[in-house]
T-cell receptor, first 117, second 114 residues
Framework: GAVVSQHPSWVICKSGTSVKIECRSL??????MFWYRQFPKQSLMLMAT?????????EQGVEKDKFLINHASLTLSTLTVTSAHPEDSSFYIC?????????????FGPGTRLTVT | EDQVTQSPEALRLQEGESSSLNCSYT??????LFWYRQDPGKGPEFLFT???AGEEKEKERLKATLTKKESFLHITAPKPEDSATYLC???????????????FGQGTILTVHP
């Protein structure tokens, strides 16, 4: 299957600082990438949809000024958590949509564990 | 509003004891239904995509089926390494920047005892 990487895999930062998470599709071009967050023992909640070369579309309730998304190329999207606070601590997962045969499949990265102290 | 409900929330099986997981959905229109496996602390691993009622797909001990209202993930003779959280998600037709958006169920935590 297609491979999606995330970096870093875990990060600890102090309250008030910003953190950038990278998501890369390694062996395919992804015109669309998605960012999710997952709290312990809960399912994935979509934060935003990122299309290459255009502004991200945020889900209701997600602060676009706090979670900055950039999709500068067909293989890279970044999520920057600005002025992070402890309540932003979570597991952040990206996915990339790529063509598999005649349909588009969605492949997930390994996730990034963010802890804000 | 699109809704996805998975049952049971947790399932404990003995090794070799076959069973099924259920995913019920209510959507305005289904483009695809996805099954993923997620291990603790990791991202979801793609298993299957089903597109139309009556479709079935198999992979090793797993078989996914789809009807107009629900999908089943059948696990035949499971092994301890099949222990994980199994997630289903639906994708609805949408245009513009919403293309490909998935709505996830809460997942079923499967534990297989040796």
């Amino acid at each position: 299957g297609a491979v999606v990487s995330q970096h870093p895999s875990w990060v600890i930062c102090k309250s008030g600082t910003s953190v950038k998470i990278e998501c890369r599709s390694l062996d395919f071009q992804a015109t669309t990438m998605f960012w999710y967050r997952q709290f312990p023992k809960q399912s994935l909640m979509l934060m935003a949809t990122s299309n290459e070369g255009s502004k991200a579309t945020y889900e209701q309730g997600v602060e676009k000024d706090k979670f900055l998304i950039n999709h500068a190329s067909l293989t890279l999207s970044t999520l920057t958590v600005t002025s992070a606070h402890p309540e932003d601590s979570s597991f952040y997962i990206c996915s990339a949509m790529g063509l598999a045969g005649f349909s588009y499949e969605q492949y997930f990265g390994p996730g990034t564990r963010l802890t804000v102290t | 509003e699109d809704q996805v409900t998975q049952s049971p929330e947790a399932l404990r099986l003995q090794e070799g004891e076959s069973s099924s997981l259920n995913c019920s959905y209510t959507v305005s229109g289904l483009r695809g239904l996805f099954w993923y496996r997620q291990d603790p602390g990791k991202g979801p691993e793609f298993l299957f995509t089903l597109y139309s009622a009556g479709e079935e797909k198999e992979k090793e001990r797993l078989k996914a089926t789809l009807t107009k209202k629900e999908s089943f993930l059948h696990i035949t003779a499971p092994k301890p390494e099949d222990s994980a959280t199994y997630l289903c998600a639906v994708q609805v037709p949408a245009g513009g920047t919403s293309y490909g958006k998935l709505t996830f169920g809460q997942g079923t935590i499967l534990t297989v005892h040796p």
